[in-house]
């Protein structure tokens, strides 16, 4: 079982706007520690979509946005496209005795 | 342009070992670490473990901890993953990702996966 909790699936039309949720705890968004998004497409590798909470690696359109408060964090796509179908990952560091690194179980995004 | 390319597909028997590599390009190989993840048909990705390609320092995750083993060759620019004792439940796709920190830092660039299945 994760630690940082994602809704199981969300879903949009074509244009809407959607946001996924990671939550934590005090052991790790809650500590401070940052939090990444990655987009996993069927049948690929994960690619890194949002670093450091709220940056976006060279060439991943500005649709995509991540921010931040205390123990949670949101990914936020606007104007939905049928190609952001696909599973979506937020990661984090856990200072806990289990600890490094953390990845939440993910969310499918189905674009109506 | 930055690549991690790893090596082919595996079928092996329970308790068995695999190694599976990890080939970087493109970047200083010893100024990085690699990171390798897991993912079991229909699940998420589980975090394995961290090695840094500069000092050798190697962080696993605790549930994998005695059965798996990380290993650079920085002559070769190749991580290497190798897991012992294989159970049906290690049947995943295992990839390799570029972080410069395990300490929260993220993993900009992944391997294709390589499919291990532990079957009888």
């Known amino acids: 079982q994760s630690v940082l909790t994602q809704p199981p699936s969300v879903s949009g039309a074509p244009g809407q706007r959607v946001t996924i949720s990671c939550t934590g705890s005090?052991?790790?968004?809650?500590?401070?520690?940052?939090v990444h998004w990655y987009q996993q497409l069927p049948g690929r590798a994960p690619k890194l979509l949002i670093y450091?909470?709220?940056n976006r690696p060279s060439g991943v359109p500005d649709r995509f946005s991540g921010s931040k408060s205390g123990t949670s964090a949101s990914l936020a796509i606007t104007g939905l496209q049928a190609e952001d179908e696909a599973d979506y990952y937020c990661?984090?560091?856990?200072?806990?005795?289990?600890?490094?690194?953390?990845f939440g179980a993910g969310t499918k995004l189905t674009v109506l | 342009q930055v690549q991690l390319v790893q090596s082919g597909a595996e079928v092996k028997k329970p308790g068995a070992s695999v190694k599976v590599s990890c080939k970087a390009s493109?970047?200083?190989?010893?100024?990085?670490?690699i990171s390798w993840a897991r993912q079991a048909p229909g699940q998420g990705l589980e975090w394995m473990g961290w090695?840094?390609?500069?000092?050798?320092?190697?962080k696993y995750a605790q549930n994998l901890q005695g059965r798996v083993t990380m290993t650079t060759d920085t002559s070769t620019t190749t991580a290497h993953m190798e897991l012992r004792s294989l159970r049906s439940d290690d049947t995943a796709v295992y990839y390799c990702?570029?972080?410069?920190?395990?300490?929260?830092?993220?993993?900009?660039?992944w391997g294709q996966g390589t499919l291990v299945t532990v079957s009888s």
């Open positions: 450091g909470n709220n």
């Open positions: 090695i840094s390609a500069y000092n050798g320092e190697i």
């Open positions: 990702a570029r972080g410069a920190s395990v300490y929260g830092g993220d993993f900009d660039y």
């Open positions: 005090s052991s790790n968004t809650g500590a401070g520690y940052d």
């Open positions: 990661q984090s560091y856990d200072s806990s005795l289990s600890g490094f690194v953390l």
């Open positions: 493109g970047y200083t190989f010893t100024n990085y670490g």
